[in-house]
């Protein structure tokens, strides 16, 4: 099988055409209205932009070019962004070859290191990532084009350049701020040979003589990949690279969304959560603690991280696969144990709460179900990960893979400068009276 620059090279006239078709045939064609809910309510449900690398079903969860997720939850992380680009399978002599451009491409430059070892001791890793990324722009092959004149149809191609560079830097840089930030010693260097997934699990330092965390690495990777493009951190960084900032502005922009606690950043707020009730009930908690722990966090006005959605109406894959793993990995990890607990118990309470709510005049609350964050978190924990700070770094190395797919694509695409128009509070007083 030819190599990915030559399916995507071959895919993208393909993708254009459709476009250029659809766009001839149907321009004016109205596809969603917007009610003045939406407009204060965070565009939920807007259907106003194009992503053509993933979709999420309210009642099915993430469908990756096609593909529930749990039917591929067997594909390697460099699998998943050869799908998500191509929307086909690498074959072993294309994956190889992908993986040996991740291996050519993996030196952290100098520059990065001494940044990221002169910051503050407090910073979050958060901010160690996207700083990281952001400091490397010097190296973006897009805007050396740019600035010598490269032409529209190449802007894809640079922009693959770019994405190759950082999928292969970020995990390198990711866990060397794990080493750095929590003092396990210094940074570790890529392996050539070996596989994205286990790369990031050695790099790590985690002591793994069953290759069990290896194997959660190019899951967790797998599963955190791509949520279509509205979400925060998509969305982002597809605003940004609309005006034509490379892909490390991009990227970065897409990174500091995921940091907020209502998106990425959740994960570590439900270990945090998680263990707040082992603590305070010295060990597993019985359902019934459970349900008044929860309502507590309620009536102190904070959410139950981790359980939620802006689209999911069900259990979300993402949880049912981490669980299954837990499962299978981890059965007797009393963290892991709350956590499968928790998922019976919490749906119910958010459904009592969420009818109270409704009582009081309030909005209803959409999905009462667990999220990908609500099981993640145990696992890493089970394996010596105890940093919750650091979870969101995880997710990002995995989010990178999503966010410059939809870009790559957007460029070839010519997809237009972001711009939807606002309306001020005075216009729409004037419209609903
Ligand atoms: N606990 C308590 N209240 C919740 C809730 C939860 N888990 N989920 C929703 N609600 C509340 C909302 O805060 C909202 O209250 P207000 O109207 O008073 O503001 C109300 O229910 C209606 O919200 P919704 O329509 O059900 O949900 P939204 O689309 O507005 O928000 C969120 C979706 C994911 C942000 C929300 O469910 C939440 O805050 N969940 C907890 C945090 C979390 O797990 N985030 C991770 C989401 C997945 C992700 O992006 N990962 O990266």
Redesign the pocket.
């Known amino acids: 099988m030819p190599t990915l620059q030559e399916v995507l090279r071959d895919k993208i006239v393909k993708y254009r055409e459709e476009v250029r078709e659809i766009l001839r045939e149907h321009k004016d064609k109205v596809i969603s209205e917007v009610t003045v809910g939406q407009a204060y309510?965070?565009m939920?449900g807007v259907k106003g932009m194009i992503c053509d690398t993933s979709v999420v079903e309210p009642d099915k969860g993430l469908i990756v070019r096609g593909h529930p997720l749990l039917d591929i939850k067997h594909l390697w992380p460099e699998e998943v962004f050869f799908l998500l680009l191509t929307g086909e399978f690498p074959d072993d002599e294309a994956k190889a070859a992908l993986q040996q451009e991740f291996d050519r491409r993996s030196q952290v430059p100098d520059y990065v290191w001494k940044l990221l070892y002169t910051m503050a001791e407090d910073t979050h890793p958060m901010c160690m990532l996207a700083t990281g990324v952001l400091v490397m722009e010097r190296e973006s092959v897009f805007r050396k084009w740019y600035d010598r004149g490269m032409k529209r149809e190449d802007y894809w191609l640079a922009m693959l350049g770019d994405s190759l560079n950082i999928l292969a830097k970020l995990p390198v840089i990711a866990a060397g701020i794990y080493r750095i930030r929590y003092k396990h010693g210094s940074p570790m260097q890529w392996t050539q040979g070996l596989d994205y997934g286990a790369n990031f699990a050695n790099m790590l330092g985690i002591a793994d003589p069953a290759g069990s965390f290896a194997k959660l690495m190019r899951l967790y990777l797998n599963f955190h990949a791509d949520?279509e493009g509205g979400?925060?951190?998509a969305n982002a960084c597809h605003t940004v690279g609309s005006a034509l900032s490379d892909a490390y502005y991009s990227v970065s922009a897409g990174l500091n969304g995921?940091a907020g606690?209502?998106?990425?950043?959740?994960?570590q707020?439900?270990v945090k959560w998680i263990i707040a009730t082992m603590e305070k009930f010295d060990g597993v908690p019985s359902e019934e603690q459970l349900r008044e722990f929860a309502f507590r966090?309620?009536r102190e006005g904070?959410?139950?991280?981790?359980?939620?959605?802006?689209?999911l109406r069900v259990t979300?894959p993402r949880f049912t696969g981490f669980l299954e793993f837990g499962k299978e990995h981890l059965p007797e990890d009393p963290v892991f144990q709350v956590v499968a607990r928790v998922y019976d118990v919490?749906p119910k309470v958010?459904q009592e709460?969420?009818e109270e709510?409704v009582k009081a005049g309030?909005?209803?609350?959409?999905?009462?179900w667990p999220?990908?964050?609500?099981g993640s978190g145990a696992l890493l924990y089970h394996y010596g990960l105890t940093e919750f700070p650091y979870y969101t770094v995880m997710?990002s190395v995995s989010r990178a893979m999503g966010m410059l797919a939809q870009l790559i694509l957007n460029r070839a695409l010519g997809t237009a400068i972001t711009r939807p128009k606002s309306v001020s509070t005075e216009w729409i007083k004037a419209q609903v009276h």
Do not use: M
């Not at 904070?302 to 689209?311: E, M, Q, S």
């Open positions: 309510g965070g939920r949520h979400n925060v951190s995921l606690p209502l998106h990425g950043l959740a994960n707020e439900c966090t309620l904070r959410v139950i991280p981790g359980y939620g959605h802006a689209v979300d919490i958010l709460y969420s709510r309030k909005n209803p609350i959409a999905n009462v999220n990908v964050d609500a997710f």
